[in-house]
Each structure stands twice: as structure tokens, then as C-alpha cells.
């Protein structure tokens, strides 16, 4: 099984940057999502890591350890419209996903 | 194109009632997934398919059943229904092959039982 660990709510302002740390335990790494979801929404996919390093998608980019069991996102930039829950999700062998209970991030004027 | 859609979008429903959530999707994924989302827990999965004809338990499947008799439709059931599963229901497909492949989400059925 998974166990996923992503703090609880984070708040930050208006163009600054924030980062949301996610730590797992995994039986069978097969990948690592980010989700993004905003109140009474559906998530959407933001990144995706499988192997060690830094992806980059403008302003959004997320990072891998796969030795420590590490992932952060990172937002740069931060607008009004980022204050949203951010999920982390492990996936495993047998395609299915494990999701951390959530970051709510607030962005502030 | 609607991707993937649910419904109802949401019910209050009578605890012992049955009551059948249906999500549909047109992308041609191989899998599909049934989700509970309750505040604090974060997503948890019900049951999924990863592929039409077969299904598979989750994390929590106690009270609910689920067919995959073709590609596109996925329904969830609750035999009869109880209060703790006062929830909001997510549906996701996606395609089952290695690399980044994401899944999906359906617009969620948020349901209550009385």
C-alpha cells in the first residue's frame, strides 16, 4: 500500500512562491501525479515525475527523489487564481492511484 | 467532445435505499476508476476497471458494486445505502500504458444519506 503525507494548508501572497512537499511510502513505485482542485471541482492534472529531478511547466514545476521517497511542487509567481487544493498522488504497478489528503494553498493580496 | 461526465449531480437519498451513480466517458480509455472524496481523507479509491469486463477493490469497496460491461460506461452502486456514505463521488478513466498517462475526472456526484 501507500502512505502519502502533504501538509494541510499553506498561505502565501500574491506573486511570491510556495512550496508543497509531499513524502510516500510505497510497495511498487510506478509514477507520482500532481492535481490541482478548486473548490467544488473536479482535480485536473498538473505534472507527472517517474524518474529523479526537476520537471518544469511555466510556472508550475515538480520534483522527485525516488531514494527518499520526496516529491515537491513548486508555484512561482503565485496569482489569486492558484488558491486551490493540491493533491499529491502515487501511482503503483498496477496503474492505480494513491492520493495525500490535500494542500488547500491561499493566495493572498 | 464531453470527456467524461456523471450523473446525478447530486441526490439526497434515504438510508436503505439503493442507488446507482453513473459516469460515462468518450476518450476510448481502457480504465476506469470510482473515487470518494470526504474532507480531511482526500481521495479514496472504491473500485476500478482496467478494462471493459473486468473490475477490482479499492481501498474502501464495502457497500458498493460496480460492471464494466463496455468501454465507455462504468456505474457504481450502492445496494443499499447508509449514512457514512455521505460523500462526493468522483469518476476518472485513462488510458493504461507506461509513461504519463493521467486520468481523467468526471464533474463529481455529491451525495447525501438521511
Known amino acids: 500500500g501507500q502512505n502519502i503525507d502533504q501538509p494541510t494548508e499553506m498561505t502565501a501572497t500574491e506573486g511570491a512562491i510556495v512550496q508543497i512537499n509531499c513524502t510516500y511510502q510505497?510497495?511498487?513505485?510506478?509514477?507520482l501525479f500532481w492535481y490541482q482542485q478548486h473548490a467544488g471541482e473536479a482535480p485536473t492534472f498538473l505534472s507527472y515525475n517517474v524518474l529523479d529531478g526537476l520537471e518544469e511547466k511555466g510556472r508550475f514545476s515538480s520534483f522527485l527523489s525516488r531514494s527518499k521517497g520526496y516529491s515537491y511542487l513548486l508555484l512561482k509567481e503565485l496569482q489569486m487564481k492558484d488558491s486551490a487544493s493540491y493533491l499529491c498522488?502515487?501511482?503503483?504497478?498496477?496503474?492505480?492511484?494513491?492520493f495525500g489528503a490535500g494542500t488547500t494553498v491561499t493566495v493572498r493580496a | 467532445i464531453a470527456g467524461i461526465t456523471q450523473a446525478p449531480t447530486s441526490q439526497i437519498l434515504a438510508a436503505g435505499r439503493r442507488m446507482t451513480l453513473r459516469c460515462t466517458q468518450d476518450?476510448?480509455?481502457?480504465?476506469m476508476y470510482w473515487y470518494r472524496q470526504d474532507l480531511g481523507l482526500g481521495l479514496r479509491l472504491i473500485h476500478y476497471?482496467?478494462?471493459?469486463?473486468?473490475?477490482g477493490k479499492g481501498e474502501v469497496p464495502d457497500g458498493y458494486s460496480v460492471s464494466r460491461a463496455n468501454t465507455d460506461d462504468f456505474p457504481l452502486t450502492l445496494a443499499s445505502a447508509v449514512p457514512s456514505q455521505t460523500s462526493v463521488y468522483f469518476c476518472?478513466?485513462?488510458?493504461?500504458?507506461?509513461?504519463?498517462?493521467?486520468?481523467?475526472f468526471g464533474p463529481g456526484t455529491r451525495l447525501t444519506v438521511l
Open positions: 476518450m476510448r480509455h481502457n480504465a
Open positions: 476518472a478513466s485513462s488510458v493504461i500504458a507506461s509513461g504519463g498517462n493521467e486520468q481523467f
Open positions: 476497471s482496467n478494462t471493459a469486463g473486468t473490475t
Open positions: 498522488a502515487v501511482r503503483d504497478r498496477d496503474y492505480k492511484l494513491s
Open positions: 510505497t510497495s511498487g513505485f510506478n509514477g
